[in-house]
């Protein structure tokens, strides 16, 4: 078969067995080829199982810029179920290519099992047969063929820019057409971007609601794609009405221009944020300008980041925002073009963009936020500026301002073996993480649904979903004093997602503490929205909506502006910044006055074997190994004791604050390396270090012990 004989150009590497976990399958990018040529073989069965289109993310988002990875991406746009990773990791580590083909054989037969009305018009004595190899043939023909010719599903392929990627895209196009699937090249893309591709392809209805701009659409036909080139010369801000018209397009169908929609794709993408962003922002009356910006400048990582936010930059600019790239990772960000090199780094200088640098190489929101200090090329951004900072592949963002100065004491990319990674001396920034974000974001949605109808407002759940990472004052912020629950699920995006993505809950907001995450909308709460949107501007006689009907409209732009399949950097920068002006923010200071962060410490420690390190109650609590977790319990209690010695209480917004409440710790196995995380909190930096100094100790110690 195709399959056996494709296979063979990609053997498995001996001694590497990878696992897929939250973050996909990650690893030195010369170890990948192989892996990756498999996900391209279950990503094609997966779309032929389904009916639908599904997506392979290559990217390695924070990693140095050596390794790689891939994502598999499902129909709707989310990231693989649980249920089968066990299933993809057995597929990539078959031993040879033709245990690959038994393994691929029995994985459509299960999948047959499970969606009878796939294999509805299969000939028995197919799946019956002892062939492996003709068996497979036949399963994939016979599903194919119950296709359309118009409507056969396909893989929609995307990368980052690391080196790396061509050759692993190449393997992973030969496992998707050695199935006989075909391969759709999305080219540079942001990890939040080929999710929402996907999802845009197979369900693009859901997109119709969209309020676009008139400004994005052909005159002759705005109802069916967006324009063809880029919306880099979006109208100026001088040319959008206010109020803006209303536009009613329908989304790109992929079935109509397969060839052509990753582009199509993209164009609605930047549509759909930049007209949610500039009627948040010109919210008012119809005289009314749009609120004050104030200039924001972006730490792209070195990474797809910068490529990707280039067409926002004209029509942002157009709403009042004023983007300053730095760290796009080529001094020409990465045209290869002689003409027009001069000219483009005339404009580029005067934007203030800076490039150069290596992906993830003391720049990006990984390295920010655990470093407490401006990225690279941030030299001479004045104090006070807003600041933020994407990962790699774009789908975390964090905020900052500058504060002072300090010096990172080790490299990142090498980190000491010894039992914590050594910092820096002093804190330089001001962070506003992925809990500061939540928060704002929360406050944001909260203040707006209790200015919905009562009777609408009487049977809403709104949560807001953490991991045990997140800081004690943000959650007690959340709690005390917007009046939202909060719930605590492990470390993982996709356990974050699942919780956030409940059936009986309305508003699902979520942000891990590294910046990814974003804000879930129940169907029928926009059906409820969309309602009373409509309903009161069509009964109204006046050209001003009544406060729900406002309130309503900004919870659907809120939507419309946020990624709902996945976390984006991009998006949540945007809506971020849009909050800030909606409140007349010119800065972060108020932002960062709405409550203090607790002091923490995250650290690691080398074992022998991470699994030693087992966890419970989110990851809050250790069951594994034996005496750990008493170990830990003393050190919080011992910690909290000394503090008391000196002062039992403290004041902290009007209350008498308990040190005991201040300190927690925990620990957790990383889900690739061998290595254990530890976060400690703390009424000071001092405490916070040297709890997690005592923890990191006991771990080593008891992990040594087991070995």
Same mark, same amino acid.
């Given at each position: 078969s195709i399959l056996l004989k494709s296979a063979k150009a990609y053997p498995k590497m001996e001694n590497f067995t990878p696992s897929y976990g939250t973050a996909g399958f990650r690893a030195e990018a010369s170890l990948l080829p192989c892996t990756m040529y498999r996900c391209g073989v279950f990503a094609a069965i997966r779309s032929i199982v389904k009916k639908k289109n599904t997506g392979i993310m290559i990217t390695a988002s924070h990693n140095p810029i050596a390794d790689n990875g891939v994502k598999l991406i499902e129909p709707t746009g989310e990231n693989l179920p649980q249920d089968l990773e066990p299933i993809v990791t057995k597929l990539v580590n078959s031993h040879d290519e033709y245990e690959l083909v038994n393994m691929v054989n029995a994985i459509i037969m299960s999948m047959s099992v499970a969606d009878q009305q796939v294999h509805s018009n299969h000939n028995p004595s197919i799946q019956a047969s002892n062939d492996d190899e003709k068996s497979l043939s036949a399963e994939c023909s016979i599903l194919r063929a119950s296709n359309d010719i118009i409507t056969t599903p396909v893989v929609l392929l995307g990368h980052d820019t690391r080196p790396s990627a061509q050759m692993l895209v190449a393997a992973a196009r030969a496992g998707i057409e050695a199935v006989g699937v075909t391969a759709i090249?999305?080219?540079?893309?942001?990890?939040?971007?080929?999710?929402?591709?996907?999802?845009?392809?197979?369900?693009?209805?859901?997109?119709?609601?969209?309020?676009?701009?008139?400004?994005?659409?052909?005159?002759?036909?705005?109802?069916?794609?967006?324009?063809?080139?880029?919306?880099?010369s979006s109208v100026d801000a001088s040319a959008i009405p206010t109020p803006l018209p209303s536009v009613s397009p329908k989304a790109p169908r992929f079935a109509e221009r397969p060839a052509e929609f990753p582009s199509q794709g993209l164009n609605w993408y930047y549509g759909?944020?930049?007209?949610?962003?500039?009627?948040?922002?010109?919210?008012?009356?119809?005289?009314?300008?749009?609120?004050?910006?104030?200039?924001?400048?972006?730490?792209?990582?070195?990474?797809?980041?910068?490529?990707?936010?280039?067409?926002?930059?004209?029509?942002?600019?157009?709403?009042?925002?004023?983007?300053?790239?730095?760290?796009?990772?080529?001094?020409?960000?990465?045209?290869?073009?002689?003409?027009?090199?001069?000219?483009?780094?005339?404009?580029?200088?005067?934007?203030?963009?800076?490039?150069?640098?290596?992906?993830?190489?003391?720049?990006?929101?990984?390295?920010?936020?655990?470093?407490?200090?401006?990225?690279?090329?941030?030299?001479?951004?004045?104090?006070?500026?807003?600041?933020?900072?994407?990962?790699?592949?774009?789908?975390?963002?964090?905020?900052?301002?500058?504060?002072?100065?300090? =010096?990172? #004491? !080790? +490299?990142?990319? $090498? &980190? *000491?073996?010894?039992?914590?990674?050594? @910092?820096?001396?002093?804190?330089?920034?001001?962070?506003?993480?992925?809990?500061?974000?939540?928060?704002?974001?929360?406050?944001?949605?909260?203040?707006?649904?209790?200015?919905?109808?009562?009777?609408?407002?009487?049977?809403?759940?709104?949560?807001?979903?953490?991991?045990?990472?997140?800081?004690?004052?943000?959650?007690?912020?959340?709690?005390?004093?917007?009046?939202?629950?909060?719930?605590?699920?492990?470390?993982?995006?996709?356990?974050?997602?699942?919780?956030?993505?409940?059936?009986?809950?309305?508003?699902?907001?979520?942000?891990?503490?590294?910046?990814?995450?974003?804000?879930?909308?129940?169907?029928?709460?926009?059906?409820?929205?969309?309602?009373?949107?409509?309903?009161?501007?069509? =009964?109204? #006689? !006046? +050209?001003?909506? $009544? &406060? *729900?009907?406002?309130?309503?409209?900004? @919870?659907?732009?809120?939507?419309?502006?946020?990624?709902?399949?996945?976390?984006?950097?991009?998006?949540?920068?945007?809506?971020?910044?849009?909050?800030?002006?909606?409140?007349?923010?010119?800065?972060?200071?108020?932002?960062?006055?709405?409550?203090?962060?607790?002091p923490s410490r995250q650290s690691k420690v080398c074992v022998p074997d991470r699994r030693a390190v087992c966890t419970t109650d989110a990851e809050r609590r250790c069951t594994a190994p034996s005496g750990l977790q008493e170990r830990i319990d003393d050190l919080v209690e011992a910690a909290a004791a000394a503090a008391s010695e000196t002062e039992r209480e403290e004041k902290e917004e009007g209350k008498n604050i308990s040190h005991a409440k201040a300190f927690r710790a925990f620990v957790r196995p990383s889900g690739t390396e061998d290595i254990i995380r530890i976060y400690a909190e703390a009424n000071t930096q001092e405490s916070a270090d040297n709890l997690a100094k005592a923890v990191g100790r006991a771990v080593e110690e008891l992990c040594a012990k087991l070995s």
């Amino acid at each position: 078969s195709i399959l056996l004989k494709s296979a063979k150009a990609y053997p498995k590497m001996e001694n590497f067995t990878p696992s897929y976990g939250t973050a996909g399958f990650r690893a030195e990018a010369s170890l990948l080829p192989c892996t990756m040529y498999r996900c391209g073989v279950f990503a094609a069965i997966r779309s032929i199982v389904k009916k639908k289109n599904t997506g392979i993310m290559i990217t390695a988002s924070h990693n140095p810029i050596a390794d790689n990875g891939v994502k598999l991406i499902e129909p709707t746009g989310e990231n693989l179920p649980q249920d089968l990773e066990p299933i993809v990791t057995k597929l990539v580590n078959s031993h040879d290519e033709y245990e690959l083909v038994n393994m691929v054989n029995a994985i459509i037969m299960s999948m047959s099992v499970a969606d009878q009305q796939v294999h509805s018009n299969h000939n028995p004595s197919i799946q019956a047969s002892n062939d492996d190899e003709k068996s497979l043939s036949a399963e994939c023909s016979i599903l194919r063929a119950s296709n359309d010719i118009i409507t056969t599903p396909v893989v929609l392929l995307g990368h980052d820019t690391r080196p790396s990627a061509q050759m692993l895209v190449a393997a992973a196009r030969a496992g998707i057409e050695a199935v006989g699937v075909t391969a759709i090249q999305c080219g540079h893309v942001t990890t939040p971007q080929l999710h929402f591709l996907v999802s845009l392809s197979n369900f693009p209805e859901l997109y119709d609601h969209d309020r676009m701009d008139p400004d994005f659409f052909d005159n002759e036909d705005p109802s069916i794609h967006l324009k063809k080139r880029r919306i880099e010369s979006s109208v100026d801000a001088s040319a959008i009405p206010t109020p803006l018209p209303s536009v009613s397009p329908k989304a790109p169908r992929f079935a109509e221009r397969p060839a052509e929609f990753p582009s199509q794709g993209l164009n609605w993408y930047y549509g759909r944020v930049a007209s949610a962003y500039r009627r948040l922002v010109a919210v008012g009356s119809s005289s009314s300008p749009p609120s004050p910006s104030f200039p924001l400048f972006v730490d792209c990582a070195n990474g797809v980041g910068a490529r990707m936010l280039k067409p926002l930059l004209a029509p942002m600019e157009s709403a009042g925002l004023t983007l300053s790239l730095r760290n796009t990772g080529d001094e020409d960000g990465g045209e290869k073009e002689e003409r027009g090199k001069k000219e483009e780094r005339g404009k580029k200088e005067e934007r203030g963009e800076k490039g150069k640098g290596i992906l993830n190489y003391l720049v990006g929101a990984d390295f920010v936020q655990k470093e407490l200090i401006p990225p690279q090329n941030f030299e001479d951004v004045p104090a006070a500026s807003s600041c933020c900072s994407l990962d790699g592949d774009a789908d975390r963002i964090i905020f900052f301002q500058k504060v002072g100065e300090a =010096s990172v #004491s !080790s +490299s990142p990319l $090498s &980190p *000491s073996p010894s039992t914590t990674q050594t @910092l820096p001396r002093k804190r330089a920034i001001a962070l506003l993480d992925g809990d500061r974000i939540l928060v704002l974001l929360a406050s944001y949605i909260q203040e707006l649904l209790v200015q919905l109808p009562e009777e609408e407002m009487r049977s809403m759940d709104t949560v807001c979903v953490q991991t045990a990472y997140a800081n004690g004052a943000a959650t007690r912020f959340i709690e005390d004093t917007l009046k939202l629950r909060t719930q605590c699920v492990p470390t993982g995006v996709k356990h974050l997602h699942a919780a956030a993505h409940s059936e009986d809950t309305d508003i699902g907001a979520y942000f891990e503490a590294n910046g990814h995450g974003t804000v879930l909308f129940s169907e029928r709460l926009l059906a409820k929205l969309r309602k009373i949107a409509s309903s009161s501007s069509s =009964s109204s #006689s !006046s +050209s001003s909506a $009544s &406060p *729900s009907a406002a309130a309503a409209e900004e @919870l659907l732009l809120v939507y419309q502006l946020l990624n709902q399949i996945c976390g984006d950097g991009i998006s949540g920068a945007l809506l971020t910044h849009a909050i800030l002006r909606r409140r007349g923010w010119s800065s972060l200071d108020p932002w960062i006055q709405m409550y203090d962060d607790l002091p923490s410490r995250q650290s690691k420690v080398c074992v022998p074997d991470r699994r030693a390190v087992c966890t419970t109650d989110a990851e809050r609590r250790c069951t594994a190994p034996s005496g750990l977790q008493e170990r830990i319990d003393d050190l919080v209690e011992a910690a909290a004791a000394a503090a008391s010695e000196t002062e039992r209480e403290e004041k902290e917004e009007g209350k008498n604050i308990s040190h005991a409440k201040a300190f927690r710790a925990f620990v957790r196995p990383s889900g690739t390396e061998d290595i254990i995380r530890i976060y400690a909190e703390a009424n000071t930096q001092e405490s916070a270090d040297n709890l997690a100094k005592a923890v990191g100790r006991a771990v080593e110690e008891l992990c040594a012990k087991l070995s």
